[in-house]
């Protein structure tokens, strides 16, 4: 009997998967930026209503004393057109999509605690940014949610990972990249 060939699922395809296996209806994305994976979720589960986190603006705004509230000032740059696209998804998907134009360290003030069913962490990928980002969202997420990221193959990104969850608590799914532990 041959064997049935595996089909190799993207990083948004599996998202999906995931969501819906586990019922979840409210999550947040932290670094959007083009809003590949928010707009894929949004598009394939009807019931999900997602926040949007990113800064939207040139790097350099993350170390140059820029304030959060400030970014939404910001001067053309090479993710404007995203955010302008990304925009009217939103209002094309309001209710169910909410955007904040904030560092991520920021935007975690305007999301009650235990209110998310999980938040995908894709945002700045230093080992600093990481720690803080698992730190400022982790309470965001109600107990049995899950608390998801990106590019878990970075070294970096591991590390961070590892120190906030604790090794060998928390899974991935290797092809995508993407690291998972429930809470």
Known sequence: ???????????EQWLVEFILKHGHVYGAELGVQKGINLKYLVNHIPHLHMIGVDIWADKSVRWDGTKSEDLIHQ????????????????????????????????????????????????????????LEDIDCWYPKVKPGGHV????????????????????GTWNWA??????????
């Open 174 to 183: 290797k092809k995508q990249k993407i690291w998972y532990k429930k809470k």
């Open 75 to 130: 001067k053309e740059n090479i993710n404007t057109e995203f955010y302008k696209d990304i925009v009217e998804f939103a209002k094309d998907n309001h209710p169910r999509v909410v955007l904040y134009r904030h560092f991520t360290n920021y935007a975690h003030k305007f999301v009650e605690n235990n209110s998310l069913d999980f938040v995908f962490i894709d945002a700045g990928h230093e080992y600093e940014d990481v």
């Open 1 to 11: 009997m041959p064997l049935k060939p595996r089909v190799q699922r993207n990083k």
């Open 148 to 167: 998801m990221g990106h590019d878990i193959n970075q070294p970096q990104v591991r590390r961070a990972v590892n120190e906030k969850l604790g090794e």
